[in-house]
Each structure stands twice: as C-alpha cells, then as structure tokens.
C-alpha cells in the first residue's frame, strides 16, 4: 500500500470548537456595543484570530487603536481558553477516531493543518495529540487559508508529494485552500456550502472505510 498523506482541519471536523469561539466573540463584540450573530460566526471559520476580529470590527463600524486591539485580541482568547480548559474526548466528533485508526493502521501520514493557535493544548485536552505525525497551525504560518501555505507546510513535514495528499475541511476557505495546494479536497458539512470540494460528506460517520480504501490506493 502507497504512504498518501492525510491532513486534518481542526475547528468543525474533529472538534466543535466554533461553539466557544462564538461565545467568546459575542461578548467582546457586545462589550463594545457590536451585535454578533451566529451566521456571522459561520463567517469566521477558518479565519485566522486577527482577521475575525478585523471583520468584527468592520461589521460595528469601529476602529480601534492598535494597543486597543492588542489587548481585544488577549481578551477574547482568554476567554475561549477558558472553555478550552474544560474540554475532554467526549467533545471528539463522531467516528473521528474510525478514520484516524483505520489510516494509522495502514501506514499513512497524518497531519494537521488548523489556522488555530491554540490546536496542540485542544489535542492535548482531546488526547489526540500523538496520532498525528506532523502539526502546522497559526503559530507556523504567515498567510492565512485560502492561501494554500497550511497544506503545503504539512505535506512538506510528512514528506509526501501535495498531490498525494488528501485534505479534510469544513470552512470554504478551507476547502479552496486545499484545492489550490493541488490536493485531494474533502469537505465535512454541507453540500450546498461545500460545492467547491471533491466531495463532501456531513461527518465521518458517513464515510465508509472502502472510501478511505480508495482513498489510499488511488
Ligand atoms: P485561534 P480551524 C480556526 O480553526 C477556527 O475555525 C476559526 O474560527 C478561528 O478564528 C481560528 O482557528 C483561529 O483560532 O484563535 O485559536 O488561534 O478550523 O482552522 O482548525
Ligand atoms: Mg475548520
């Protein structure tokens, strides 16, 4: 069997942690009179922490000053680490682990490719840490999905061709960022948002493990 390469998103395919980040924006956006909803939130997916506060910002009509969004920035992460804190396996989304074990048991690389700073303490939390082979996150890129750097920088650790690596992602930026890494692009949510995706499932309890036969051998 050929070594593919297998990249995981963080946020929306193996944990929810959009539920946090939301609690955590609205009320930063709220202390500073700014309604936040929650299909602006699905707007921040995938978003870096500077730009979703940027886009906040600009949705309030607000400047602030750069020690102002300093200090907003340590805020609202403070807050989301708060919930963070408390995580445990039973927020692992289902079947992740089917898909995670039937890969490491056929030899393949896993790596994850999260604009999160905060995705080694989430895996820690999660005890998912040690099956991943290579982590590249916010703290090791500079340009944010749908830049393809993320993706590119996995599949560099895992020391596999991009275009034998195959990328698992809910946000369409996501999605555009594996695309143009020249990867295999999987989305996990809706078809309708995903569209741009090679294919698209709703979770991995819908993905079969001849798919991920298939997956590894084609
Ligand atoms: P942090 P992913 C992303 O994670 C989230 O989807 C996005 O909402 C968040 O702003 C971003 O991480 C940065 O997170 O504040 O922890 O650095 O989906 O790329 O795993
Ligand atoms: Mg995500």
Redesign the pocket.
């Known amino acids: 069997m050929s070594k593919k390469g297998f990249i995981f ?6 944990v929810d ?2 539920k946090y ?1 939301f609690l955590a ?1 609205r009320n930063l956006a709220n202390s500073l009179g700014i309604d936040f909803t929650k299909e602006q ?1 699905e707007q ?6 500077i ?2 506060l940027e886009k906040i910002l600009n949705w309030g009509n607000k400047t602030v000053s750069e020690s102002e969004f300093e200090r907003l ?1 340590v805020e ?2 403070e807050e ?1 680490l708060s919930y ?1 804190s408390k995580m445990d396996d039973s927020e692992i989304l289902p079947d992740t682990n089917k898909v995670l074990d039937y890969l490491i048991e056929n030899q393949q690389g896993i790596a ?8 080694v303490p ?1 895996l820690e939390k999660i005890h998912l840490l040690q099956k991943f082979e290579c982590i590249v ?3 090791s890129v500079i340009k944010g ?1 749908p830049d393809p750097e ?1 993706f590119l920088k996995a599949a560099e650790g895992l020391k596999i061709r991009p275009s034998d690596c195959i990328v698992f ?3 369409i930026a ?1 999605i555009q960022a594996a695309n143009a890494a020249n990867m295999v692009s999987i989305g996990i949510g809706e078809q309708d948002v995903l569209h741009e995706a090679d294919h698209v499932f709703k979770d991995f309890t819908e993905i079969s493990i001849d798919f991920l036969n298939q997956l590894v051998t084609n």
């Open positions: 998103d963080l946020d929306g395919v193996i942690t959009a980040h924006w939130n921040l997916k995938g978003v870096s922490r730009k979703s920035l609202k992460n989301y963070i994850l490719g999260s604009a999160s700073k905060n995705a989430i996150d916010g703290n999905k993320v992602e809910d946000s996501g």
